[in-house]
């Protein structure tokens, strides 16, 4: 992206997040798409980096 992380920071400030949670929300997207896919729990939690129970508890499974 071409920034420092103050750079990276403030501008992410101005869409009233933090790089942080705009990851989290992108990959709790993705798990959803998954999920509608078909995928399995297991695969899906392995696939976007976070444990099943977390999923689970961030999806409302």
């Known amino acids: ?6 750079q990276l920071n ?7 997040t933090t790089p942080g949670k705009f990851l989290k929300n992108a990959k709790l997207q993705q798990a959803k798409n998954l999920l509608n896919e ?14 099943t129970k977390f999923l689970k508890e961030e999806l409302g499974i």
């Open 38 to 51: 078909g995928k399995s729990l297991e695969e899906v939690a392995k696939q976007i980096g976070y444990s």
């Open 10 to 16: 403030r501008n992410f400030k101005k869409l009233g």
């Open 1 to 6: 992206m071409e920034t420092n992380p103050v």
